[in-house]
């Protein structure tokens, strides 16, 4: 359905975040460095820090601020005083809730999120609440513009698991976690550009809202997503495909 597209999800949102651009740079940092920290600062050799350098480079940031960042990161600089903690919850109308963070600072990070949840309509729940209702997918999306038959072809012989057409015309590639850079890639080498690609939680089922619902959701969301040390929101809201964050 039309609501839960991605592509529409962007078109709602990229207005907002475009404006925030040194803000997700300084996300985009933070996982470089845990991603080197983890795996190593070879490109090559990490799976993880390869699809986030493709991160980065959509995102347009500058080479030399990614290769610090991977340096540091695979030297123990400051790598090593980042943790990552994911939250789970409720949002308005009972639509789910996984947010993803890096922080210094345990104490700060919980506090934050508690207080998003509770001003906005939520319940910050206890670990396991919800994350059995996403799994961990790659996600390769096309706009509409792309040509549905040949994006399916390619991406099956590419290896993916699945291609889903949405009614707006979005074309979205499921693939596993694992295989989610060599199908990617084919398809780019086929001459096929996504629009948007990362490997995140996709909710098995969707929780569809009407309007004044759905502002409400997104509050939630642009507000979580606010902080500092909050990388990734997932949810499994549906929105109306008229729907116009005010």
Do not use: C
């Not at 933070?30 to 795996?39: F, K, N, T, V």
């Not at 790598?79 to 963070?101: H, I, K, M, Q, R």
């Not at 290896?159 to 060599?182: C, H, K, L, R």
């Amino acid at each position: 359905m039309a609501g839960h597209s991605k592509w529409s999800n962007i078109k709602h949102r990229k207005a907002g975040q475009d404006a925030k651009r040194a803000k997700v740079f300084t996300k985009i940092i933070r996982e470089l460095q845990i991603a080197a920290r983890d795996g190593g600062g070879s490109v090559e050799d990490n799976p993880s820090l390869r699809t986030l350098v493709d991160k980065a480079k959509a995102a347009q940031m500058p080479k030399d601020t990614m290769e610090r960042a991977i340096a540091r990161g695979a030297g123990g600089e400051d790598g090593n005083e980042l943790t990552s903690l994911s939250y789970e919850g409720y949002g308005p109308g009972g639509v789910a809730f996984l947010v993803e963070t890096v922080t210094d600072n345990k104490n700060r990070i919980v506090a934050e999120v508690r207080h998003a949840f509770d001003r906005f309509g939520g319940n910050l729940g206890t670990t396991g609440s919800v994350a059995y209702l996403f799994d961990k997918k790659g996600q390769i999306l096309f706009s509409p513009e792309h040509d549905e038959d040949v994006i399916l072809e390619a991406a099956l012989e590419a290896g993916a698991d699945d291609v889903v057409t949405e009614v707006d015309g979005s074309i979205e590639v499921f693939t596993t976690p694992e295989e989610f850079m060599n199908v990617k890639e084919a398809l780019i080498a086929a001459g096929h550009e996504p629009e948007n690609s990362e490997v995140g939680m996709v909710p098995q089922t969707y929780s569809l809202l009407d309007a004044e619902m759905s502002e409400k959701v997104m509050r939630l969301i642009d507000h979580l997503d606010d902080l500092d040390d909050v990388q990734n929101v997932y949810t499994n809201a549906e929105f109306p495909e008229d729907f116009v964050q005010e």
